[in-house]
């Protein structure tokens, strides 16, 4: 099992600039796909992105291709999304997600609690 503690939410203006961590637990990082989701306020989780096991594979959604870089650093057990080009429509809280199994699928096992961007207009 892994356990995730997201960081670096806060509120930027529109244009601006975030990067969220994600620190896990254990010793297995590297064996886990990570992922990140949002939530906006009355609105479902959606998927962001996705990274593989060793970073070599990424996957975007529509909305965040161009302007969110997923990433990840084994060596820290940490995986990151720099998001740039920020709008108030990425205004939501965002969760941090880790996946079983190499197979890159917008499926995963763990969550962690979350954390919220707000961009101002």
């Known amino acids: 099992q892994v356990q995730l503690v997201e960081s670096g939410g806060g509120l930027v203006q529109a244009g601006g600039s975030l990067r969220l961590s994600c620190a896990a637990s254990?010793?297995?990082?590297?064996?886990?796909?990570m992922g990140w989701f949002r939530q906006a306020p009355e609105k479902e989780r959606e998927f962001v992105a996705a990274?593989?096991?060793?970073?070599?594979?990424?996957d975007y959604s529509d909305s965040a291709k161009g302007r969110f870089t997923i990433s990840r650093d084994n060596a820290k057990n940490t995986v990151y999304l720099q998001m740039n080009s920020l709008k108030p429509e990425d205004t939501a809280v965002y969760y941090c997600?880790?996946?079983?199994?190499?197979?890159?699928?917008?499926?995963?096992?763990?969550w962690g609690q979350g954390t919220q961007v707000t961009v101002s207009s």
């Open positions: 997600a880790a996946g079983r199994g190499a197979t890159m699928t917008r499926a995963f096992d763990y």
């Open positions: 990274i593989s096991w060793g970073g070599g594979s990424t």
């Open positions: 254990g010793r297995t990082f590297s064996r886990y796909r």
